[in-house]
Antibody, heavy 118, light 110 residues
Framework: QVQLVESGGGVVQPGTSLRLSCVAS????????FHWVRQAPGRGLEWVAIIRPDESNKYYEDSVKGRFTISRDNSKNTLYLQMNSLRTEDTAVYYCARDGPNWNLDYWGQGTLVTVTS | QSALTQPPSVSGSPGQSVAISCTGTSSDVGSYNRVSWYQQPPGTAPKLMIHEVSNRPSGVPDRFSGSKSGNTASLTITGLQAEDESDYYCSSYTSSDTWVFGGGTKLTVL
C-alpha cells in the first residue's frame, strides 16, 4: 500500500536550517509529483511547495520563496525540503503528500514537527 | 496567494445534512474544476474526500458530495453520522501553478 514517512523535524533557533525527508513506498515514486503542506499549531493547512516527477518544475508559496527548496532523489524514493533562514512563523507540522492524477493530494504522510524558537 | 474562505464552523444533528462553502477567486476556484476536499480528524493527517469538484475516491461514502458555482465550491454531507465530526478543508489549483487551501471548517455533530 502507499506509504509516505516524513522525518527530520526538530527544535531549532531562528535563522538556522533544517532538511526534511519523506520516504515513499508502495508505488512508482518517479511517476509522481509531490507536495509539502504545513500546519501551524491549532491552525489550518498551508500549501508550501510542489515538485514535478522529473524535477522540471518547482513552485513555492510566497512566504517561503528563496528560503525553502524542494527536491527529490528518484533512486532513493525520497522527497526533501531544505529549509533555510527559519523563522518562528515556520513552526508547524510538515506533511508530504503525493500529487494525485486528478489534481489533488491523494496520499499524505503522518507529518513531522518543526519548532523554531529562541 | 490568499487562502480560500470557509466558514469556521458548521453543525448538524445525526441524519441531517450540512453544507460547507469554499469561496475563492477567478484565479483559482472560478477558473478550474480542480477543487478538492479533505477530512482531518484531530491529530491525524488529512484524507482526500472529493477531487475535481465532485468526484469521490474509492472508499468514500456517497453521503459526501461536491459542487461548484462560479468562485464558490461546496461540500455537502447528507445523513450525518457521529464519525463525520472533523475538520474539513477545501483546496484549489491556481493560475500561478500553485495550490491554495481554505482556512478549514470544524464540523460538529450534535
Amino acid at each position: 500500500q502507499v506509504q509516505l514517512v516524513e522525518s527530520g523535524g526538530g527544535v531549532v533557533q531562528p535563522g538556522t536550517s533544517l532538511r526534511l525527508s519523506c520516504v515513499a513506498s508502495g508505488f512508482t515514486f518517479s511517476h509522481y509529483g509531490f507536495h509539502w503542506v504545513r500546519q501551524a499549531p491549532g491552525r489550518g493547512l498551508e500549501w508550501v511547495a510542489i515538485i514535478r516527477p522529473d524535477e522540471s518544475n518547482k513552485y513555492y508559496e510566497d512566504s517561503v520563496k528563496g528560503r525553502f527548496t524542494i527536491s527529490r532523489d528518484n533512486s532513493k524514493n525520497t522527497l526533501y525540503l531544505q529549509m533555510n533562514s527559519l523563522r518562528t512563523e515556520d513552526t508547524a507540522v510538515y506533511y508530504c503528500a503525493r500529487d494525485g492524477p486528478n489534481w489533488n493530494l491523494d496520499y499524505w504522510g503522518q507529518g513531522t514537527l518543526v519548532t523554531v524558537t529562541s | 496567494q490568499s487562502a480560500l474562505t470557509q466558514p469556521p464552523s458548521v453543525s448538524g444533528s445525526p441524519g441531517q445534512s450540512v453544507a460547507i462553502s469554499c469561496t475563492g477567486t477567478s484565479s483559482d476556484v472560478g477558473s478550474y474544476n480542480r477543487v478538492s476536499w479533505y477530512q482531518q480528524p484531530p491529530g491525524t493527517a488529512p484524507k482526500l474526500m472529493i477531487h475535481e469538484v465532485s468526484n469521490r475516491p474509492s472508499g468514500v461514502p456517497d453521503r459526501f458530495s461536491g459542487s461548484k458555482s462560479g468562485n464558490t465550491a461546496s461540500l455537502t454531507i447528507t445523513g450525518l453520522q457521529a464519525e463525520d465530526e472533523s475538520d474539513y478543508y477545501c483546496s484549489s489549483y491556481t493560475s500561478s501553478d500553485t495550490w491554495v487551501f481554505g482556512g478549514g471548517t470544524k464540523l460538529t455533530v450534535l
